[in-house]
């Protein structure tokens, strides 16, 4: 009875136990916190980790950003690549978010002469949390782009190519190319816009080779025509003029003409006189200094060759003067002085009254004009002694504003054989005829012309290495003085006031003649003026107030050819826009 009643009782407790531990799960809610809060401290270390991976790539972007503008500005300079470290290394500074870098790099897809720059860089970081999930470091990549875009941009390159420039004429001449490379990003024609329906080319070149004159003719054939009568600015007589007229080039030149005041002798080369207004006191003031054609300056006056020109001995011909032929004249002894040219002391006041062809027996006998006009002063016939004033009209003349790469090429190489003097104002002086709009050249298109539909900036790049050198030509028929002493000559009087650049009570020298004309170009005419001084340390302070602003890119001092190639090609750059693209 007992074992019956006991055996189902036992085995309902059996049961009951195994529905109980079927039914109980206190022991896995351990298990399944467990299992939570590894993801969740998992999921919160990763969101940790990724936030600092994008700090660590904002970063790396914003150093590359401005490595790349600072390197865009300096592009085609050889301090490009220390640039760009620098700006890196100041916006990224060493063990940032104790990051592992490896940059930037420099890629240039299209050379180096390319108008795009682009720089990447890759950072490594630690992970705090990842290597819960076996990810001990994390990689941050980042990367930019710089591009120069070029506005429309007219540009005159005025060499100086006076002797002293003859043994650096070759690296002259591949410095110059290295310019015009970079703005036509070395293709042979430059960007263009095209608005309702018209084209427009976004860059032309012009070229002013010079020294003691500029030979305004032109490389290019020209021709000669009479033109209307007018009144002579010096002697006020009726006169016929001349028009010399270019042709249009085909690469960017329009026919025009250039007025001439008189007909120019058969061997004329192509120089003419520096021009006078006398409108002060003593007669001294505004040569080459009114930019243009004037109402009074109707056109230039060409050096005639026997008043211009190295004398061209035939044999059997003294080189010597002598007392029938030179002699005692306006207090200077030319006795047994080298002939320098036909008429060494050219500009006296005796009557012309020998005909052309006893010139060589009578030189005295021959003055520039008929008689000494009252606003210019008669120069005397010491500074021939010098030979300055013989200096040869330069055989290359200028080149107008090109649109073909080639073409300004073709002008550039040709720059051989540099001699004579240096003559700064008047090589400023012709750069800044060919670049701007209206006469004489009218090459350079008005804001009119393009209505203002794109931005558009003029430059000069005057390269020189010496001091300013009068002579034969610095003046309308007279001089500032032989030599450099014509910089600071104290003997012209004063040169007038005018608007707000220039002040009063300036000594009229050829220095400050030079700062008068740079401060009219760089004011209201808005066109930026760059010098690189060559192989010199004489007048620093001169052509430093020349240029836009003292210092690189406006102005460098380069000491040999390479600080003169990386000048030119830091102007280019200068000369360029920057933007970022990504």
């Excluded at 970063?59 to 470290?85: C, F, P, W, Y």
């Excluded at 406006?554 to 693209?581: C, K």
Aim: charged share 20%; with cysteine.
């Amino acid at each position: 009875m007992r074992l019956r009643s006991f055996l189902p009782k036992q085995c309902d407790l059996a049961l009951r136990a195994k529905r109980r531990l079927w039914r109980d799960t206190s022991g896995s809610v351990a298990l399944y916190v467990a299992v939570t809060m590894t993801v969740m401290i998992a999921a919160v270390g990763i969101g940790i980790d990724t936030a600092r991976a994008f700090l660590l790539k904002s970063k790396l972007s914003q150093a590359l950003d401005a490595a790349a503008l600072a390197g865009g500005k300096v592009m085609m300079s050889s301090n490009r690549d220390s640039d760009i470290e620098m700006f890196f290394n100041a916006n990224f500074p060493a063990n940032y978010m104790g990051a592992t870098v490896n940059g930037p790099h420099i890629e240039e897809p299209n050379g180096s002469s390319s108008s795009t720059l682009t720089l990447s860089a890759t950072a490594d970081i630690k992970t705090i949390f990842g290597s819960f999930l076996g990810v001990d470091t994390m990689t941050v990549a980042a990367s930019t782009e710089v591009t120069r875009a070029l506005k429309a941009l007219d540009v005159v390159l005025s060499i100086d190519v006076s002797g002293s420039m003859k043994t650096y004429d070759d690296d002259v001449r591949d410095a110059a190319n290295d310019l015009v490379d970079i703005l036509f990003d070395n293709k042979d024609d430059p960007p263009e816009v095209t608005i309702d329906g018209v084209t427009y080319q976004l860059l032309h070149i012009g070229l002013v080779p010079w020294n003691s004159k500029v030979n305004i003719k032109g490389s290019s054939g020209v021709k000669l025509e009479a033109s209307s009568t007018i009144s002579n600015p010096v002697t006020g007589k009726q006169s016929q003029s001349w028009d010399m007229i270019y042709p249009d080039d085909g690469v960017g030149g329009k026919e025009h003409r250039i007025k001439l005041l008189t007909q120019p002798d058969d061997n004329w080369k192509g120089c003419v006189y520096a021009r006078y207004l006398g409108d002060d006191d003593q007669g001294y003031d505004n040569a080459d200094l009114t930019l243009g054609y004037t109402a009074t300056w109707p056109g230039w006056q060409p050096i005639p060759t026997l008043e211009g020109e190295p004398r061209e001995f035939k044999k059997g011909e003294p080189t010597k003067w002598d007392n029938k032929s030179g002699g005692y004249m306006n207090g200077t002894d030319w006795t047994n002085t080298t002939k320098v040219c036909d008429q060494s002391y050219w500009n006296d006041s005796i009557a012309n009254s020998v005909p052309h062809d006893l010139l060589v027996r009578y030189p005295s006998s021959y003055p520039a004009t008929n008689g000494t006009p009252n606003n210019w002063k008669v120069a005397k016939p010491n500074f021939g002694k010098s030979h300055n004033d013989c200096d040869a009209c330069y055989e290359r003349g200028i080149t107008r504003l090109q649109t073909n790469r080639l073409a300004i090429r073709d002008a550039i190489g040709g720059l051989d054989g540099p001699k004579g003097s240096t003559n700064i104002t008047q090589g400023l002086f012709w750069a800044y005829q060919t670049v701007m709009p209206g006469a004489p050249f009218n090459d350079a298109l008005t804001d009119e012309e393009v209505a203002n539909k794109f931005p558009r900036n003029r430059a000069i790049v005057l390269l020189t290495d010496g001091e300013t050198v009068g002579g034969n030509g610095d003046a309308y028929k007279g001089y500032f003085g032989s030599g450099t002493q014509a910089g600071t000559n104290t003997s012209h009087g004063m040169l007038s006031a005018e608007g707000d650049y220039w002040p009063a009570n300036k000594q009229n020298s050829l220095n400050n003649r030079l700062l008068k004309l740079a401060a009219k170009i760089k004011g209201p005419s808005a066109a930026r003026i760059y010098v690189i001084q060559f192989r010199s340390t004489a007048n620093t302070a001169l052509l430093q107030s020349v240029a836009s602003g003292k210092d690189a890119p406006y102005f460098f001092n380069a000491a040999d050819p390479d600080e003169l190639r990386n000048a030119f090609r830091q102007i280019a750059a200068d000369l360029s826009t920057l933007r970022l693209t990504q």
